[in-house]
């Protein structure tokens, strides 16, 4: 299959054209069939990534979109990738390019939503308000297009571990920005941190164990320069560990990034979004698919009877029987807000048997 996969790339070379290029992938893959197994065409990616001399140049090098992304087609106008997901899910976003994707082996939750701008804070910041359009599911063999843009902002939960998800995307649209859009009304311009900006950071870490104090003047000068978007961009990368900082330089940018911004209403809906999600259940532990999207449900308020359509239910009695199952999942609950947490899950399991 992974030659089929190249080859729906070339075969829409001949027809490109950017403007229309969201139906035009979308019928390339609806017209795209999955021909084997998934262990089969695990085997055959091994094979192919073992063996091929060169490979296309890679759309997402890391592990920061797919579990991995692999590129398998690139012509500098469009790509064709399979992203592997395991436990990651999206955050809510629009694009920065136009396309479609089609679930190719698993299942998964995909929500649109619309971004109203409320007010503009700067160019690459909005206070923005988000209202869920839709809900479905999406099964091995769905698609849908990417538009581009505000035209189309949503969220993918992914449902069965791993899910496989086909993208055919372009490469070159430098006229869009990639928006990421946080419950507590933050929208944002993510920002590709440059190599010299990684540079810059792991720089300031050698200077720090040389000379702190030029250290620190250093790190001021360096993020007194950086757009509001490139500084959360830092912030999520330090948070996460991906420079392989030590602790304490972590810990110092962190904070120095706190005492620059923390005045600014920007600054904070972004930290109140993360603060607000150390209440959620941890639903990426969850142990089947069905208990992950409960929890999704529980952790933004999902009515019942939504829930119960997505899971395809007709009675309460079995969301009851599932709600019973989520407690018992215990790498779902964070230690600290355990209490809460248990208690939100007892309130609605109450509320269904009142129903």
């Known amino acids: ?62 592990n920061t979109f797919g579990e991995p992304p692999i590129t398998f087609f690139h012509n500098g106008k ?32 995909h929500e649109v939503f619309h971004v109203e701008t409320l007010e503009k804070f700067k160019s690459d910041m909005l206070n923005s308000k988000l209202t869920c359009l839709s809900t479905q599911i999406l099964t091995a063999g769905d698609s849908q297009r ?19 998800t086909l993208c055919i995307r372009t490469v070159e649209d430098t006229q869009l920005n990639q928006w990421h859009h946080l419950s507590s009304g933050l ?9 010299v900006n990684v540079k810059q950071i792991l720089y300031f870490q050698y200077m720090y164990h040389s000379n702190s104090l030029t250290a620190l003047k250093y790190l001021n000068e360096l993020l007194t320069r950086m757009e509001a978007s490139a500084t ?44 607000d999600l150390a209440y959620h259940l941890m639903e990426f532990n969850a142990s089947s698919g069905d208990l ?7 952790n933004f308020n999902f009515s019942a009877e939504s829930i119960k ?21 215990q790498t779902i ?9 248990v208690q939100k899950i007892n309130g609605f399991m109450y509320k269904l048997g009142d129903n």
């Open 146 to 164: 990417i538009l581009p843009g505000m035209e189309l902002t949503h969220r993918v939960v992914h449902l069965e571990n791993p899910t496989l």
């Open 187 to 195: 929208s944002y311009t993510k920002y590709n941190l440059k190599e």
């Open 309 to 329: 359509n997505l899971l395809g239910y007709t009675e309460n009695q079995e969301l009851q029987q599932l709600t019973s199952k989520l407690l018992e999942e």
């Open 232 to 275: 959360l961009s830092l912030y999520e990368s330090v948070f996460a560990n991906e420079f392989g900082l030590d602790p304490v330089v972590s810990d110092i940018i962190i904070e120095h990034i706190n005492n620059l911004c923390h005045e600014e209403l920007w600054f904070q809906k972004f930290i109140n979004h993360y603060d």
């Open 1 to 62: 299959m992974v030659d089929s996969l190249i080859k729906l790339g070339k075969d829409l070379e001949p027809s490109w054209d950017r403007e229309s290029f969201p139906q035009q992938a979308l019928k390339a893959l609806n017209n795209f069939k999955v021909t084997c197994s998934l262990e089969t065409f695990e085997e055959q990616v091994a094979q192919w990534t073992l063996n091929v001399l060169k490979l296309p140049k890679q759309i997402n090098l890391y």
């Open 78 to 109: 469009f790509a064709v990738d399979v992203y592997f997901w395991r436990k990651n899910d999206t955050n809510i976003h629009s694009h920065a390019f136009r396309g479609a994707f089609k679930v190719i082996y698993g299942k998964s939750l």
């Open 292 to 298: 992950k999207l409960l929890a999704h449900g529980l």
């Open 333 to 341: 609950f964070n230690d600290e807000y355990y209490g809460d947490q």
